[in-house]
Nanobody, 116 residues
Framework: QVQLVESGGGLVQPGGSLTLSCAAS????????MGWYRQAPGKQRELVAT??????NYADSVRGRFSISTDNAKTMIYLQMNLLRPEDTAVYYCNAQPIFGSQTYWGQGTQVTVSS
């Protein structure tokens, strides 16, 4: 059974930094696309960043400010967020999608609020 549990959300001032963590179990990192998505109030869920092996992909809105990484030994996924803006405010979700398969898995989400 796949489980994804996010942590690290909170309130941060504009220009600040925050690191999100996702503890994963029941999923093989080497054969899955691991990622972070976010959903702001009244908006659709959108891709933030994904990683598979050494290949990283970022939304244009976060490229250069956010960095995704994994610790395969600990089966953790991280999202380092720098130079945060009010428009980054959203619920952030950890996601796992096996390369060979149609199912996708989601965590419960963690709230990030960027406000002064």
């Amino acid at each position: 059974q796949v489980q994804l549990v996010e942590s690290g959300g909170g309130l941060v001032q504009p220009g600040g930094s925050l690191t999100l963590s996702c503890a994963a179990s029941g999923i093989t990192f080497s054969s899955s696309v691991m990622g972070w998505y976010r959903q702001a109030p009244g908006k659709q869920r959108e891709l933030v960043a994904t990683v598979v092996g050494a290949i990283e992909n970022y939304a244009d809105s976060v490229r250069g400010r956010f960095s995704i990484s994994t610790d395969n030994a600990k089966t953790m996924i991280y999202l380092q967020m720098n130079l945060l803006r009010p428009e980054d405010t959203a619920v952030y979700y950890c996601n796992a999608q096996p390369i060979f398969g149609s199912q996708t898995y989601w965590g419960q989400g963690t709230q990030v609020t960027v406000s002064s």
